[in-house]
């Protein structure tokens, strides 16, 4: 692969409100430095990509912003989410995760009904009147274009649904608890192409009332359905701009290589 130098970078900061601001975020594993110093801000209510070849260190950066490194990664630096640094250790993680949701590469519902899929955290939260149970039910299916397809089986096995239609559910669970913003980690790799449209088309219906950052090798994927893209190489976010610039006129030479299919 050809050398590239990996300070030269070009990062726009959005005229939009932040929902996440990261300030001079590092991430190693161990000895291992995986993340470089990343300064970003990612809009409320836009969608934002995370691209870059495979070990770029997408999930890592992800994953920081709802603390799933805890354990795993020392993240250094500070990450701003409604002027509260949620990289303190001494922040709750269990309550961040209530305004901060993710969403995995592989759909994973519970085994258990469709309906107790959406219910389950809500009543461990303290929800239990049963017409709001229902009524967040319904309403996070009819985010997630789920309810039509799902509503005269909301008691059966969730186990039964289509991968598609099992992602949709599992973002559903996620914004069942009303969450501010919402980490996608590839969330339509294990999906077909028609399941994956419509998984594009319900993230930006989603973008109305939610902050979207989403993790995707896919960059078509990212062109149709982001606002804006951070392309990242070797931990270092080398570009971060309007998705329309980044695909159509990049400022560093190694985003255009990437972009146009010369690596990765
Ligand atoms: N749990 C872990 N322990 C140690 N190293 C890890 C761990 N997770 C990731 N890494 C390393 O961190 C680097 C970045 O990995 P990461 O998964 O964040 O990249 P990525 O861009 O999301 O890759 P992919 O597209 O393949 O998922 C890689 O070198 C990877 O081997």
Known sequence: MQTYNLED???VTPTES?????????????????????????????????IGASGSGKSTLLRS??????????????IWYRDVDINDRKINVYELRKH????????????????DNLTFALKENGI?????????????????????EVKDKI???????????????????????????????????????????????????LSKNYTIIIVTHNMQQASRVSDYTAFLHMGHVIEYDLTENIFTNPHIQTTEDYISGNFG
């Open 9 to 11: 970078s070009y990062i």
């Open 18 to 50: 932040a929902a996440i601001t990261t300030e001079n975020i590092e991430v190693s594993y161990g000895s291992h430095q995986v993340i470089y110093q990343t300064n970003l801000q990612f809009p409320r209510n836009k969608i934002s990509a995370l």
């Open 65 to 78: 912003f709802n603390r799933m490194n805890d354990g795993k990664a020392n993240v250094n630096g500070q």
């Open 100 to 115: 901060i949701g993710m969403v995995f590469q592989r759909p994973n519902p519970f085994a258990k009904s469709i309906k």
């Open 128 to 148: 239990t009147d049963k017409q709001q149970l229902s009524q967040r039910t319904e309403e996070s299916l009819i985010a997630v274009s789920l309810w039509d």
């Open 155 to 205: 008691n059966e096995s969730a186990l039964s649904l289509s991968g598609g239609q099992a992602q949709r559910l599992c973002i559903a669970r996620s914004i069942a608890m009303k969450p501010d913003v919402l980490l996608l980690d590839e969330p339509a790799s294990a999906l077909d192409p028609i399941s994956s449209a419509k998984l594009e088309e319900t993230l930006k219906t």
